[in-house]
C-alpha cells in the first residue's frame, strides 16, 4: 500500500503592498551603511510597522494604527521635544522637507491621481474635521453656537484650490490634519474598536497612509543626505 503523499506547503503570495515594502527593505539593507545610523534605524522601524500594517488587511483599525506609527516613526525628531512644538507642526515641517526633495513628483502625482477617490473622501468627510468636534462641543452647551459648516466649506474649496495650483505641501498637510484627527479618536480611546460608525473614515485613513508611506520612504531613502534629526528613542548599544 502506497504511503500518501506528502502535501505541498501552500505558497503564501504577496500582495503588490507587501512587495513594495520589501523591494524598500532591500534598497535600505543595501544603502544604510551610506547613511547616518538614526536615519537607517528610522527607516527601518517605519518599514517594520508598514509591514505589520499589510498583515492587517482584515482589521483596518490596526491597519490604521500600524500606518500611523510608520508615519510617526519617519517624522517624529528627538530635538523637537525641547521645542516644545505641536505634533501637526512637526509633521507638516517634515512634509516641507518630503515635498522639496520629490523631484519626480510622486507625491503629487499620487495626489491627482486619487483626488477623484480616498483624497476627495477624506477632506468630505466632516468627522475628521476638528472644528466639527469643537462644535459638536459647543452646541451642547446653553446658547452655544458653532461655525464649523462655513469652516468645513472653506477647507474643502482651499483643498481644490491647492490641487489644481499644486500646491502639494498645503494639499498634503490637509490631508495629514485629517489623519491626525482620525489619529486622535483610536489612539485616545474615542472610538470603539472595530466600530460601525466609523468604518468610512478609518477605511478612507488606512487607503491614504497605505499609498502615501511607501512613497514617503522611498524620498527618504534618497535624500538620506537631508537633516531629518535625530530620533526619540536611539538604539543604545
Not at 547616518?36 to 491597519?63: E, T
Not at 517624522?75 to 521645542?83: F, Q
Not at 490631508?175 to 472610538?191: E, F, K, S, W
Not at 535624500?223 to 536611539?234: C, L, M, R, S, T
Amino acid at each position: 500500500m502506497k504511503k500518501p503523499a506528502k502535501a505541498k506547503p501552500a505558497v503564501l503570495l504577496r500582495t503588490p503592498e507587501q512587495e513594495t515594502i520589501e523591494t524598500l527593505s532591500k534598497l535600505l539593507r543595501a544603502t544604510r551603511d551610506s547613511m547616518p545610523k538614526s536615519h537607517a534605524v528610522r527607516l527601518h522601524r517605519a518599514l517594520s510597522w508598514l509591514k505589520c500594517a499589510s498583515q492587517q488587511l482584515d482589521n483596518l483599525d490596526l491597519r490604521f494604527v500600524s500606518l500611523w506609527v510608520a508615519f510617526n516613526a519617519c517624522y517624529a525628531n528627538g530635538e523637537d521635544a525641547d521645542k516644545d512644538l505641536r505634533e501637526r507642526e512637526a509633521f507638516r515641517t517634515f512634509v516641507s522637507k518630503l515635498v522639496q526633495h520629490d523631484a519626480n513628483r510622486c507625491i503629487y502625482n499620487l495626489l491627482w491621481d486619487k483626488f477623484s477617490g480616498p483624497v476627495k473622501a477624506l477632506i468630505e468627510n466632516r468627522y475628521v474635521f476638528q472644528p466639527f468636534w469643537e462644535g459638536q462641543r459647543s452646541l451642547a452647551k446653553e446658547n452655544g453656537d458653532s461655525q464649523w459648516p462655513q469652516r468645513f466649506d472653506h477647507h474643502k474649496k482651499n483643498a481644490m484650490q491647492y490641487l489644481a495650483n499644486q500646491r502639494v505641501t498645503l494639499l498634503l498637510a490637509e490631508v495629514l490634519d485629517r489623519l491626525y484627527v482620525l489619529r486622535n479618536q483610536l489612539m485616545h480611546g474615542g472610538a470603539t474598536f472595530q466600530s460601525k460608525i466609523n468604518r468610512a473614515q478609518v477605511r478612507d485613513g488606512c487607503n491614504m497612509l497605505a499609498m502615501l508611506m511607501p512613497v514617503f520612504v522611498a524620498i527618504m531613502l534618497e535624500a538620506k543626505d537631508e537633516e531629518w534629526g535625530e530620533i526619540y528613542y536611539p538604539v543604545v548599544e
